[in-house]
């Protein structure tokens, strides 16, 4: 149980760091970050492929489409969309709708398959969802209390964040739905040469969208020597992008993985929340700032949810 809980913890410290490379390097517009996120996780793939060969070559056409489409939409989108949330509205608010994941994917799951998956009773479900929504709020008022003397164009831009982290919301949540029937259509298949899969559909993906940006690069620069195929400061972004590659894509999901072996699949499910608390710690501490009371009093309420929802187990009918 504590090596399991130890594991978990460490995931979410190791998934924490996505939500600050943005901030990093602000320079940096999100299409690049995600890119070069992705080119980096591809590149550690290519040598796990080798240990699951002869699973990889059972995958049908059928099934490399389908692990197409997983990543474009829980790899790419989903970080292109959190990328800019955080940029434009700093990393607390979009970490605080991301961490209310785990509720949100068990409401779709509540509204999709109730023969298969269960029904969580709606009744047992509200006071989780009303504890999650007023620490959104209670962030969000903290946050919109340190803009009070920004003009209405960083305002507008906070604003802009908070939408795009529901749409990556909508993109995580749309993810482990479609994964989870793939794997229970396919439960003679492993899971990790799935992962291995996805992970390598990403690189073509993210060279070729990396292609796509130098041209249109090329195509708009004033002229062509001005243009920086790694930005403006080369080393610190391949040496973020290499240390997310590893520790977030790679390390984290190992962690996670390991946590799952370990301990009840209920607890497991509370512990995702070490991803957002260690996400605004790291934000926190880039701000230099320690969070005041109506933020603490936020992200207390979301842990709270969070820990009452997945609680919850669904019943049967």
């Given at each position: 149980?504590?090596?399991?809980?130890?594991f978990?913890?460490?995931?979410?410290?190791?998934?924490?760091l996505?939500?600050?490379?943005?901030?990093?390097?602000?320079?940096?517009?999100?299409?690049?970050?995600?890119?070069?996120?992705?080119?980096?996780?591809?590149?550690?793939?290519?040598?796990?492929?080798?240990?699951?060969?002869?699973?990889?070559?059972?995958?049908?056409?059928?099934?490399?489409?389908?692990?197409?489409?997983?990543?474009?939409?829980?790899?790419?989108?989903?970080?292109?969309?959190?990328?800019?949330?955080?940029?434009?509205a700093?990393?607390?608010?979009?970490?605080?709708?991301?961490?209310?994941?785990?509720?949100?994917?068990?409401?779709?799951?509540?509204?999709?398959?109730?023969?298969?998956?269960?029904?969580?009773?709606?009744?047992?479900?509200?006071?989780?969802?009303?504890?999650?929504?007023?620490?959104?709020?209670?962030?969000?008022?903290?946050?919109?209390?340190a803009?009070?003397?920004?003009?209405?164009a960083?305002?507008?831009?906070?604003?802009?964040?908070?939408?795009?982290?529901?749409?990556?919301?909508?993109?995580?949540?749309?993810?482990?739905?479609?994964?989870?029937?793939?794997?229970?259509?396919?439960?003679?298949r492993?899971?990790?040469?799935?992962?291995?899969?996805?992970?390598?559909v990403?690189l073509?993906?993210?060279?070729?969208?990396?292609?796509?940006?130098?041209?249109?690069?090329?195509?708009?620069?004033?002229?062509?020597?001005?243009?920086?195929?790694?930005?403006?400061?080369?080393?610190?972004?391949?040496?973020?992008?290499?240390?997310?590659?590893?520790?977030?894509?790679?390390?984290?999901?190992?962690?996670?993985?390991?946590?799952?072996?370990?301990?009840p699949?209920a607890?497991?499910?509370?512990?995702?929340?070490?991803?957002?608390?260690?996400?605004?710690?790291?934000a926190?501490?880039?701000?230099?700032?320690?969070?005041?009371?109506?933020?603490?009093?936020?992200?207390?309420?979301?842990?709270?949810?969070?820990c009452v929802?997945?609680?919850?187990?669904?019943?049967?009918?």
């Amino acid at each position: 149980m504590g090596a399991g809980v130890a594991f978990a913890l460490m995931a979410g410290l190791m998934w924490g760091l996505v939500f600050v490379g943005p901030l990093l390097l602000p320079e940096y517009p999100p299409v690049l970050h995600t890119l070069g996120r992705y080119v980096a996780f591809g590149l550690i793939t290519l040598p796990l492929a080798w240990w699951d060969r002869a699973e990889l070559r059972r995958l049908t056409r059928a099934d490399w489409t389908e692990a197409l489409k997983l990543s474009a939409v829980g790899n790419f989108l989903y970080y292109l969309l959190l990328s800019s949330a955080i940029q434009r509205a700093g990393a607390p608010l979009p970490t605080m709708v991301i961490g209310t994941l785990p509720v949100v994917i068990a409401i779709a799951a509540n509204l999709r398959n109730h023969a298969r998956d269960g029904r969580l009773p709606w009744r047992r479900l509200a006071p989780a969802l009303l504890a999650i929504l007023g620490g959104i709020a209670s962030v969000h008022h903290a946050e919109m209390a340190a803009l009070s003397g920004a003009s209405p164009a960083e305002r507008g831009s906070y604003l802009w964040g908070g939408l795009l982290a529901i749409g990556a919301v909508a993109c995580w949540t749309w993810y482990p739905l479609r994964n989870g029937d793939w794997m229970r259509a396919h439960a003679d298949r492993g899971a990790r040469a799935w992962a291995t899969a996805q992970g390598l559909v990403t690189l073509p993906l993210a060279l070729l969208g990396y292609g796509a940006y130098l041209a249109w690069s090329f195509a708009f620069a004033a002229t062509p020597a001005s243009v920086e195929p790694l930005g403006p400061r080369p080393w610190a972004f391949v040496g973020l992008m290499t240390t997310i590659g590893l520790l977030s894509s790679w390390l984290g999901t190992l962690c996670w993985n390991a946590a799952s072996q370990r301990l009840p699949t209920a607890l497991v499910g509370q512990l995702i929340v070490f991803e957002t608390l260690a996400a605004l710690l790291y934000a926190f501490l880039l701000r230099g700032t320690w969070p005041g009371g109506a933020t603490l009093l936020g992200i207390g309420l979301l842990v709270a949810g969070v820990c009452v929802a997945v609680r919850l187990r669904p019943e049967l009918r």
